[in-house]
C-alpha cells in the first residue's frame, strides 16, 4: 500500500466517519425519523465505501467490505441474543422489515462499522504495535457507542429496555461493556494481513470478529445486570 492509497483510503473512512455523525445529530428528534434514515446513512456510507473500491480498483478495500459483511452478519445472533435472550434489545420503533429479530439493514451497518475500526485500528497497530492499537481501537468502540445509542434512540432506530443506562442517557453500560470488548477484537484481528490480502481468510476473520460481538454481549450483559443481581441475594 503506497502512501496515496493510504491517505485516500482513510480520507473515505474518515467522511463516512463524518457522515455518520452528521447524520444522526440531524435526524434525532425528528418525529418522521425511523429505520428508512438509519436505511439511508447506510446504504450511502456503502456506496461511497463500495465506489471507492470499484473505481480505484481497490482490492484491499473490497476484502475489507466482504470481511465486514461477515461481521455484520455473524452479529444477527447478538442480535437475536440481546431480543430474545436478555429481552433489553427493541427494534419496534424502527418499523422496518426484519431478517431474523433485526432490521434488514442492520447487517449493512455493522459492515460499515467494522470497516471503520478495523481500519483506524490497522493503523493504529502499525504505529503503536498490536496490544496498543488494539487497546486503543477498544477505547473508540467503547466512547463512541453512547453517542450512537442515544442518538439511535432519539431517531426511532431502536431502544434498551430493562437494563441499567449510563446516567441519564439511553445507552445501557453493558453495551459499552460489550463495545470495549468488540473493538478490541477489531483491532487485534485488524494487523492481520490475510484480511488484506486473502478473500477467504476475509471472510473467515470476518466470522471470527463478528463473534465477539456474541462474547462481548454475553460478558457485558453478565458483568453490569447478573452478578450485582447475585450479589444482592446474598446479602
Not at 497497530?125 to 457507542?145: H, S, Y
Request: aromatic share 12%; proline share 3%; charged share 15%.
Amino acid at each position: 500500500m503506497t502512501p496515496t492509497d493510504a491517505r485516500a483510503r482513510l480520507a473515505i473512512i474518515l467522511t463516512t466517519v463524518a457522515f455518520s455523525i452528521g447524520t444522526a445529530l440531524f435526524v434525532a428528534g425528528k418525529s418522521w425519523s425511523d429505520g428508512r434514515t438509519a436505511a439511508c446513512l447506510t446504504l450511502t456510507n456503502l456506496t461511497l465505501l463500495g465506489g471507492f473500491a470499484l473505481l480505484r480498483r481497490d482490492r484491499e478495500m473490497a476484502r475489507l467490505l466482504l470481511f465486514g459483511l461477515a461481521f455484520g452478519l455473524t452479529e444477527l445472533i447478538a442480535d437475536a441474543l440481546c431480543v430474545l435472550g436478555t429481552g433489553t434489545l427493541d427494534y419496534s420503533p424502527a418499523q422496518s422489515k426484519m431478517i431474523w429479530l433485526s432490521p434488514w439493514w442492520m447487517p449493512l451497518s455493522w459492515l460499515v462499522v467494522a470497516v471503520q475500526i478495523t481500519f483506524l485500528g490497522r493503523g493504529l497497530a502499525l504505529r503503536f504495535g498490536r496490544m496498543r492499537g488494539a487497546a486503543l481501537a477498544a477505547l473508540i468502540g467503547a466512547v463512541n457507542i453512547p453517542f450512537y445509542e442515544e442518538q439511535a434512540y432519539h431517531a426511532h432506530w431502536w431502544r434498551y429496555v430493562n437494563c441499567r443506562m449510563l446516567g441519564a442517557t439511553h445507552t445501557p453500560l453493558y453495551i459499552i461493556c460489550a463495545e470495549f470488548i468488540i473493538g478490541f477484537s477489531l483491532g487485534w484481528i485488524a494487523a492481520d494481513s490475510r484480511i488484506y490480502s486473502n478473500t477467504k481468510n476475509a471472510i473467515l476473520l470476518g466470522c471470527l470478529a463478528g463473534a465477539s460481538t456474541i462474547v462481548g454481549g454475553l460478558v457485558g450483559y453478565g458483568l453490569v445486570e447478573r452478578i450485582p443481581e447475585w450479589l444482592q441475594r446474598l446479602r
